[in-house]
């Protein structure tokens, strides 16, 4: 690169930048870690209360808003609405390449590295919900159908509407491609750029550039751990900022080749390499027993499903009972998730229709998640209930965790070291394309809604986000880091709830109303004389 090209990029940079988010994102966000790195204890210790607070409070209100956004998008894929569409144009991409990059950019590397361990770990200890002995037989059933309803549909929702909310007023209403565009039916596509929206845009920076920075560093932990549980080999902090830094530079380098090169063709792998090894662990694992599990669990969680939606465990007050714990950490987690997650949903769902949007982000996604968690999981508990391997004991060691579930689960089965090298390559891969839409989704967010960001700006989050990462992580600070950005999943509920309210206007005003007509009055005496406008809901013009 010419020295005149190197001026135009940083033109363009400097240009480009919405300084007031730039400026607040990334100083919130090195502010925290200058906190905790100067008073580690301190600045835990009220994190934790925080979040505390918020999970014995208002886990009632996470769980009924979670319920809340797959109904209506339940209601968008079956009801007429969902024939509306997000703008005017054909799709960009093929429905495959869509699907891919939506699942890829969501919670796919959890989904992974989840999908050996949560079964095992519902089994040790069955969920309260259920009065059922640990360790029994019947407890395996109930350990996978749990392990369904965390990840297999309503963590997907609020991406969805989030998704939704700024994507149709972008296309539709020109609104700027920012979170904050949900807020076009109540302010204007015009307005959306003041108090109000810009606060919600920094504080979507700081919970993408937590979230993705604490999943960075503990995708990189599982590799650590791998090593030391598998080989016995310990790198210590220069091995974790290694490997992190190996890793940003990898999702850096797929996110300078942009959306359609570089994000499209390796969420096409990850599916690929997903879909292989789901069926080839079915192959050589107990196919029958799976099988036959699985349609236990998957029949479980369709019958309790809104059971186990607003299970509060009323009956324990404090804040750290089961529920929150489990049920409602993981609402809270997408949530802090959803502003980049909704965000690049939006800016890959241009032409495509409202029913197609709502099926792709609940119902295609869960079509590939269930056979997943119904094979690893059913998996593991087998191997653990038939005595093939203890799961259990590394497991709960607090110096391996969850992490070591895949490489005790790969171990013990025929071709396990290709499918753990498999296994493994799938964590990254799903984790890059999570960074890759994460970091493009800052750069949009900071730029003023900018589709193509400048190569340094995003250049510029990406080396952030692992920065912050290995800062952390060699301080001990990343759970701290992690319950800061899932703190901000509170405010992201309120967010998503007003991309809700937004779209059921703003769809009712386009096509109608559904259930009352138009002139219904709720409240007083209806005015008897009034005649009908003869305009039609749909296309504004005058009826025949």
Known sequence: MSQSDETDAFTKFFDEI???????????????????????????????????????????????????????????????????????EQPEYSYFAYFAMMYSAGLAAGIVFWGPAEALTHYASVPPLYNVPDQSAAAMPVAVQYSLFHWSLTQWSCFTVMGLGIGYFVYNYDAPLRVSAVLTPFLGADNVDGFWGTLIDILAVFATLGGVATSLGFIGTQFLTGLQYKWGIQLGDAGTIAIITGMTVIFTTSLLFGVDRGIRRLSNFNMVLFFVLMVGTLIIGPTFFILEMGTQAIGGFIGDFFEMSLFTQVVQRNADKWTNNWTVFYWAWPLAWSPFAGLFIARISRGRSVREVAFTGIGATAIATIPWFVILGGTGVWMQHTGVVNALGPISNPDLGSAVSGYILYGALPFGQLFLLGFLILVTTFFVTSADSSTLAVSMMTTGGEEHPSSINRIFWAVLQGAVASILMVIGGADALQAAAITTGGPFLIVCSVAVIGLIRTFQDEYGSVLLQDRTQLFGSPKKNEEPTGRSKITGQDDD
């Not at 090195?30 to 607070?53: E, M, W």
């Not at 886990?59 to 894929?77: N, Q």
């Open 18 to 88: 919405e300084p007031t988010i730039f400026g607040f994102g990334a100083g919130i966000t090195l502010l925290f870690v200058a906190i905790f790195a100067y008073d580690p204890n301190t600045a835990a210790n009220i994190v934790y209360s925080i979040q505390d607070f918020m999970l014995a409070h208002f886990s009632w209100a996470f769980l009924i808003g979670m319920l809340g956004f797959v109904l209506f998008l339940g209601y968008l894929i079956f009801g007429p609405w969902g024939k509306l569409k997000l703008g005017d």
